[in-house]
C-alpha cells in the first residue's frame, strides 16, 4: 500500500488484527514516497514514526532503501517467520530517475504520452 493510505482507518484495525490473530504469513508492504493524491503527507496527515507505530501493534516492521534490490532481496530472503505479521516500509522516492517526474505529485494521476515515453527512455539510457 502507498503511505497515503494510512489515513484511513480500515488499515489501523488490519494493523491490530495481524498480531491479534497471530498472522505470521502475513507481510504488508508500504511504499513510503510522501506524498497522497492530493499532495504531501506531511501537510495532510503527518505520520511521523510510521515505523514505531506498527511496531506498536506488534508487527515485525523494518525500514529500507525501497530503491536498493540488495536490500530488497535481503529483506525477503530474511523475512521472520513467527507469529507476528511483518511490516516493510520501502522509504521511496515518487517518479525517480526521471526528469519531468521525479518529486513530482502531478505524476500520482498522470498518463505517459509518447514524448514523454521517449524522454525517459533517454533519460535511462
Do not use: R
Not at 83 to 106: D, M, R, W
Amino acid at each position: 500500500m502507498g503511505d497515503g493510505e494510512c489515513n484511513e482507518g480500515s488499515v489501523w484495525e488490519a494493523l491490530m488484527a495481524g498480531p491479534n490473530f497471530n498472522l505470521g504469513n502475513l507481510n504488508l508492504i508500504i511504499d513510503k514516497n510522501n506524498f497522497q493524491q492530493t499532495g504531501n503527507n506531511k501537510t495532510i496527515m503527518n505520520l511521523e514514526n510510521l515505523k514505531n507505530k506498527i511496531e506498536s501493534f506488534g508487527w515485525n516492521t523494518t525500514e529500507i532503501d525501497g530503491h536498493n534490490i540488495d536490500e530488497l532481496y535481503t529483506y525477503f530472503k530474511n523475512i521472520n517467520n513467527d507469529s507476528k505479521p511483518n511490516a516493510l516500509i520501502a522509504n521511496t522516492i515518487k517518479g525517480k530517475g526521471f526528469s519531468f517526474s521525479e518529486n513530482n505529485n502531478t505524476w500520482h494521476h498522470s498518463i505517459l504520452t509518447k514524448e514523454l515515453y521517449d524522454k525517459a527512455l533517454n533519460e535511462i539510457e
